[in-house]
Protein backbone atom coordinates (compact mmCIF):
# COMPACT_ATOMS: atom_id res chain seq x y z
CA UNK A 1 0.00 0.00 0.00
CA UNK A 2 1.02 3.17 -0.79
CA UNK A 3 1.62 5.72 2.66
CA UNK A 4 0.73 9.55 2.84
CA UNK A 5 2.34 11.13 5.21
CA UNK A 6 0.78 14.34 6.26
CA UNK A 7 3.19 17.56 7.66
CA UNK A 8 2.61 19.31 10.33
CA UNK A 9 0.07 17.09 12.22
CA UNK A 10 -1.18 20.62 13.95
CA UNK A 11 -0.90 24.13 12.77
CA UNK A 12 -1.91 27.16 14.33
CA UNK A 13 -2.33 30.18 12.38
CA UNK A 14 -4.58 33.68 12.07
CA UNK A 15 -7.11 35.12 9.85
CA UNK A 16 -4.95 36.55 6.87
CA UNK A 17 -1.71 34.31 7.37
CA UNK A 18 -0.67 32.37 4.14
CA UNK A 19 -0.23 28.52 4.96
CA UNK A 20 1.05 25.16 3.85
CA UNK A 21 0.89 21.50 4.45
CA UNK A 22 2.67 18.82 2.54
CA UNK A 23 2.33 15.54 1.57
CA UNK A 24 4.74 12.87 0.96
CA UNK A 25 3.95 9.15 -1.05
CA UNK A 26 6.10 6.23 0.05
CA UNK A 27 6.41 5.73 -3.67
CA UNK A 28 5.63 7.74 -6.58
CA UNK A 29 1.94 8.34 -7.51
CA UNK A 30 2.90 11.10 -10.91
CA UNK A 31 -0.46 13.76 -9.83
CA UNK A 32 -2.93 11.62 -8.79
CA UNK A 33 -3.07 13.06 -5.94
CA UNK A 34 -6.48 15.15 -3.89
CA UNK A 35 -7.34 17.38 -1.31
CA UNK A 36 -10.07 17.41 1.17
CA UNK A 37 -10.90 19.46 4.26
CA UNK A 38 -13.26 18.58 6.43
CA UNK A 39 -14.86 20.19 9.34
CA UNK A 40 -16.51 18.46 12.62
CA UNK A 41 -19.09 16.20 12.12
CA UNK A 42 -19.26 16.64 8.33
CA UNK A 43 -17.97 14.84 5.38
CA UNK A 44 -15.00 15.51 3.65
CA UNK A 45 -15.20 18.67 0.79
CA UNK A 46 -12.61 17.72 -2.09
CA UNK A 47 -10.71 21.18 -2.77
CA UNK A 48 -7.86 19.88 -5.54
CA UNK A 49 -7.50 17.01 -7.57
CA UNK A 50 -5.12 15.55 -10.23
CA UNK A 51 -2.52 17.71 -7.61
CA UNK A 52 -2.85 21.06 -8.65
CA UNK A 53 -6.64 21.24 -10.14
CA UNK A 54 -8.69 23.04 -8.10
CA UNK A 55 -12.49 21.81 -7.88
CA UNK A 56 -15.17 23.63 -9.11
CA UNK A 57 -16.67 26.35 -6.71
CA UNK A 58 -13.73 26.26 -4.21
CA UNK A 59 -11.96 29.59 -3.86
CA UNK A 60 -8.75 30.16 -5.29
CA UNK A 61 -6.37 31.10 -2.36
CA UNK A 62 -6.27 27.54 -2.07
CA UNK A 63 -3.75 25.94 -4.23
CA UNK A 64 -1.86 22.57 -4.70
CA UNK A 65 1.71 21.70 -6.43
CA UNK A 66 3.95 18.90 -6.86
CA UNK A 67 4.21 15.28 -8.17
CA UNK A 68 5.96 12.11 -8.10
CA UNK A 69 6.51 11.77 -3.97
CA UNK A 70 6.01 15.55 -2.81
CA UNK A 71 2.75 17.55 -2.73
CA UNK A 72 1.34 20.50 -1.14
CA UNK A 73 -1.44 22.62 -0.52
CA UNK A 74 -1.66 26.01 0.61
CA UNK A 75 -3.47 28.97 1.65
CA UNK A 76 -2.65 32.23 0.39
CA UNK A 77 -4.71 34.31 2.88
CA UNK A 78 -6.24 32.20 5.68
CA UNK A 79 -10.21 32.87 6.53
CA UNK A 80 -12.50 32.25 9.15
CA UNK A 81 -13.83 29.54 7.39
CA UNK A 82 -11.10 27.38 6.86
CA UNK A 83 -10.43 26.08 10.30
CA UNK A 84 -10.46 22.72 9.27
CA UNK A 85 -8.42 19.51 9.24
CA UNK A 86 -7.05 18.73 5.72
CA UNK A 87 -6.20 15.11 4.37
CA UNK A 88 -4.79 14.28 0.89
CA UNK A 89 -5.41 10.79 -0.90
CA UNK A 90 -3.81 9.03 -3.44
CA UNK A 91 -5.43 7.61 -6.43
CA UNK A 92 -2.86 6.32 -8.13
CA UNK A 93 -3.47 2.68 -6.84
CA UNK A 94 -5.49 0.93 -4.99
CA UNK A 95 -6.18 0.24 -2.72
CA UNK A 96 -6.44 4.20 -2.26
CA UNK A 97 -5.03 5.60 1.06
CA UNK A 98 -5.65 9.12 2.65
CA UNK A 99 -3.11 10.95 4.87
CA UNK A 100 -3.78 11.21 8.34
CA UNK A 101 -4.57 14.65 8.30
CA UNK A 102 -3.60 18.27 9.57
CA UNK A 103 -5.55 20.54 11.66
CA UNK A 104 -5.43 24.25 10.86
CA UNK A 105 -6.45 25.61 14.41
CA UNK A 106 -7.09 29.67 14.95
CA UNK A 107 -3.85 30.69 17.25
CA UNK B 1 -27.51 17.89 -8.33
CA UNK B 2 -25.80 14.74 -6.89
CA UNK B 3 -27.01 14.04 -4.11
CA UNK B 4 -26.08 10.28 -1.46
CA UNK B 5 -27.23 9.49 1.67
CA UNK B 6 -26.20 6.70 4.01
CA UNK B 7 -28.39 4.21 6.24
CA UNK B 8 -28.53 1.23 8.65
CA UNK B 9 -27.90 0.16 12.04
CA UNK B 10 -26.23 2.42 14.25
CA UNK B 11 -25.78 -0.19 16.77
CA UNK B 12 -24.10 -3.52 16.34
CA UNK B 13 -22.96 -6.13 18.38
CA UNK B 14 -19.44 -7.79 17.78
CA UNK B 15 -19.36 -10.66 15.67
CA UNK B 16 -22.62 -9.36 13.77
CA UNK B 17 -22.96 -8.54 10.37
CA UNK B 18 -23.31 -5.04 9.43
CA UNK B 19 -25.18 -3.69 6.08
CA UNK B 20 -25.35 -0.47 4.87
CA UNK B 21 -26.95 1.34 2.27
CA UNK B 22 -26.28 4.21 -0.17
CA UNK B 23 -29.35 5.58 -1.65
CA UNK B 24 -28.32 8.72 -4.01
CA UNK B 25 -29.98 10.15 -6.63
CA UNK B 26 -28.68 12.90 -9.33
CA UNK B 27 -26.87 10.14 -11.21
CA UNK B 28 -27.60 6.89 -12.41
CA UNK B 29 -25.12 3.75 -12.30
CA UNK B 30 -26.02 2.47 -15.52
CA UNK B 31 -24.06 5.75 -16.89
CA UNK B 32 -20.72 4.87 -18.01
CA UNK B 33 -17.99 6.07 -15.85
CA UNK B 34 -19.47 6.47 -12.81
CA UNK B 35 -18.51 4.91 -9.32
CA UNK B 36 -19.68 4.48 -6.04
CA UNK B 37 -17.66 4.00 -3.19
CA UNK B 38 -17.31 3.30 1.05
CA UNK B 39 -15.30 5.03 3.37
CA UNK B 40 -14.92 5.11 6.96
CA UNK B 41 -13.74 7.07 10.02
CA UNK B 42 -13.10 6.24 13.33
CA UNK B 43 -13.87 9.22 16.03
CA UNK B 44 -10.89 11.19 15.82
CA UNK B 45 -9.02 9.62 13.61
CA UNK B 46 -8.29 8.91 9.59
CA UNK B 47 -10.58 8.11 6.86
CA UNK B 48 -9.60 4.77 5.41
CA UNK B 49 -10.89 3.33 1.28
CA UNK B 50 -13.19 0.15 2.09
CA UNK B 51 -14.52 -0.73 -1.50
CA UNK B 52 -15.88 0.86 -4.57
CA UNK B 53 -18.48 -0.58 -7.21
CA UNK B 54 -18.33 0.96 -10.78
CA UNK B 55 -20.94 1.05 -13.54
CA UNK B 56 -19.32 -2.33 -15.44
CA UNK B 57 -19.99 -4.19 -12.01
CA UNK B 58 -16.15 -3.75 -11.62
CA UNK B 59 -15.93 -4.41 -7.38
CA UNK B 60 -12.55 -3.05 -5.52
CA UNK B 61 -11.29 -3.81 -2.18
CA UNK B 62 -9.18 -2.96 0.32
CA UNK B 63 -6.98 -5.95 0.75
CA UNK B 64 -6.93 -5.38 4.71
CA UNK B 65 -10.22 -6.18 4.79
CA UNK B 66 -11.17 -8.18 1.73
CA UNK B 67 -12.45 -11.08 3.56
CA UNK B 68 -15.26 -9.48 5.03
CA UNK B 69 -16.45 -6.99 2.52
CA UNK B 70 -19.16 -7.45 -0.14
CA UNK B 71 -20.39 -4.33 -2.39
CA UNK B 72 -23.49 -4.64 -4.58
CA UNK B 73 -25.41 -2.25 -6.82
CA UNK B 74 -28.87 -2.01 -7.04
CA UNK B 75 -29.31 0.40 -10.45
CA UNK B 76 -32.38 0.69 -10.80
CA UNK B 77 -33.27 1.44 -7.18
CA UNK B 78 -30.26 4.01 -7.29
CA UNK B 79 -28.65 2.02 -4.35
CA UNK B 80 -25.15 0.20 -3.34
CA UNK B 81 -25.11 -1.79 -0.58
CA UNK B 82 -22.21 -2.94 1.80
CA UNK B 83 -21.49 -5.55 4.14
CA UNK B 84 -19.39 -6.07 6.82
CA UNK B 85 -18.81 -9.80 8.34
CA UNK B 86 -17.60 -10.41 11.65
CA UNK B 87 -17.85 -6.82 12.85
CA UNK B 88 -15.53 -6.19 16.33
CA UNK B 89 -15.17 -2.50 18.42
CA UNK B 90 -12.35 -1.46 16.33
CA UNK B 91 -14.49 -0.65 13.56
CA UNK B 92 -16.59 1.75 15.19
CA UNK B 93 -16.86 4.55 12.76
CA UNK B 94 -18.86 6.69 10.99
CA UNK B 95 -19.55 5.31 7.00
CA UNK B 96 -19.73 7.28 4.40
CA UNK B 97 -20.33 6.73 0.56
CA UNK B 98 -19.25 8.96 -2.21
CA UNK B 99 -19.33 9.15 -5.96
CA UNK B 100 -16.21 9.47 -8.31
CA UNK B 101 -15.86 9.20 -12.04
CA UNK B 102 -13.84 5.69 -13.17
CA UNK B 103 -10.79 8.32 -13.86
CA UNK B 104 -7.77 7.65 -12.37
CA UNK B 105 -7.21 11.59 -11.59
CA UNK B 106 -11.05 11.96 -10.16
CA UNK B 107 -11.27 11.93 -6.47
CA UNK B 108 -14.40 11.52 -4.49
CA UNK B 109 -16.05 14.12 -5.53
CA UNK B 110 -19.95 13.99 -3.52
CA UNK B 111 -20.48 12.54 -0.28
CA UNK B 112 -22.92 11.33 1.72
CA UNK B 113 -23.52 12.79 5.33
CA UNK B 114 -21.82 9.55 6.82
CA UNK B 115 -23.58 7.31 9.29
CA UNK B 116 -21.97 6.38 13.01
CA UNK B 117 -21.87 2.92 13.64
CA UNK B 118 -20.94 2.04 17.13
CA UNK B 119 -19.60 -1.84 17.72
CA UNK B 120 -20.48 -2.91 21.13
CA UNK B 121 -18.88 -5.83 22.81
Known amino acids: DIQLTQSPSFLSASVGDRVTITCRAS??????LAWYQQKPGKAPKVLIY???TLQSGVPSRFSGSGSGTEFTLTISSLQPEDFATYCC?????????FGQGTKLEIK | QITLKESGPTLVKATQTLTLTCTFS??????????VGWIRQPPGKALEWLAL???????RYNPSLRSRLTITKDTPKNRVVLTMTNMDPVDTATYFC?????????????WGQGTLVTVSS
Open chain 1, 89 to 97: QQLDSYPYT
Open chain 2, 26 to 35: GFSLSTNGVG
Open chain 2, 98 to 110: AHRQAIQLWPFDY
Open chain 1, 27 to 32: QGISSF
Open chain 1, 50 to 52: AAS
Open chain 2, 53 to 59: IYWNGDE
